[in-house]
């Protein structure tokens, strides 16, 4: 409770504007004393006293009604006003030409902060991010290597406290990403639909502590899997898709029971958002909705992301279920047939690399969009701020703006806090 209200103190713009937030507030400062330089008419030899500086404020009022103010400058006695600034100079040597033709000049309407932020056509909020949390059965928070900022939370814990900092300002979705014990893992990945398992009983107990939390879970069977696939994998490697969208199934439900507000299949079989919305109905979620990983590539910038819960693939990879990187129409059939059997959102995967998959999607269906800023995308910006290679903080916000200028309704992004108190700070 004490958290909502602090965001609703600090934050309660439904949306900002990010690019030159900071030099947007000074422009609309020093526009306002501007603003109050008033030009009175007085008599010539009164002007001199009258010289009113920007900082002064109001110009000494002299008692005349506007009627008086008129007669006076249409009998000619023009009350003074600042002079034409001089024009400024050009360092020596710059060549002295005729000025360009041009009967358009994009750069006038970027001129100023005031009318950059004008004209700016996207923006970004703490109401846009879901944060993903990655959450074990330990005590203790364990950092990520490979993911410099992120750690394994104890779901009774540090878990907790980092939601609330999260709803502090005003990041009030997440997703959670569980490692789960090497000794419940199996080559059917029944710990996934384990009604008393990590993920339920976080789910539980959030909802138990914030219970407009709005919690999205993650639909698939390679944390729970011995062979680190999202699927059942068959004696010869195959990835069997219809026995593992009926685990699916159960995985989706035994989350929903939970508490769960979204769920989100994120392993790519075929046909497992329809049946997963059928298995839904038939207990009684109708409401909870589904969140698809329509257009999953198989990506090495998930590498952070499988160290983080110990997932990574046995053997071989994951290229007959997620897409190849190569292919862009392939993501429309997807996205049709998620369409077709019931998706509420549909998400792309990885983010920055497929902005072009991101706007194809935006352009051809109505639903949301989401994008994933994923853990190698998040890890290589991190690494280059720490290296001072880049400045962490702008590229972070760059990037995140970009995903939501392609296209993406809500973004998945292990910078939802960093950016959302960046967000905060601007105002
Ligand atoms: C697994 C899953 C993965 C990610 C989200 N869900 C990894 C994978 O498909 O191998 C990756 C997220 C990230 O890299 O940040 N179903």
Redesign the pocket.
Known sequence: MATTSLFNVSCSFPSIKVIDCKSYVGGLRSNVSQVRIASLPVATSQRRSLVVRASNGHAKKLGRSDAECEAAVAAGDVPEAPPVPPKPVAPAGTPVIQPLNLNRRPRRNRASPTVRAAFQETDISPANFVY?LFIHEGEEDTPIGAMPGCYRLGWRHGLVEEVAKARAVGVNSIVL?PKVPEALKNPTGDEAYNDNGLVPRTIRLLKDKYPDLIIYT?V?L??YSSDGH?GIVREDGVIMNDETVHQLCKQAVSQARAGADVVSP??MMDGRVGAIRAALDAEGFQNVSIMS?TA?YA?S??????EALD?N?RFGD?KTY?MNPANYREALIEAREDEAEGADILLV??GLPYLDIIRLLRDKSPLPIAA?????E?SMIKAGGVLKMIDEEKVMMESLMCLRRAGADIILT?FALQAATYLCNQK
């Open positions: 993903p990403f993650d698939a390679d944390p999202d994120s392993d990983y999953k990506s910038f998930y590498g952070p992301f499988r997932s693939p994951k997620q995967k990885p994933y800023q994923v853990s190698g998040y292990y």
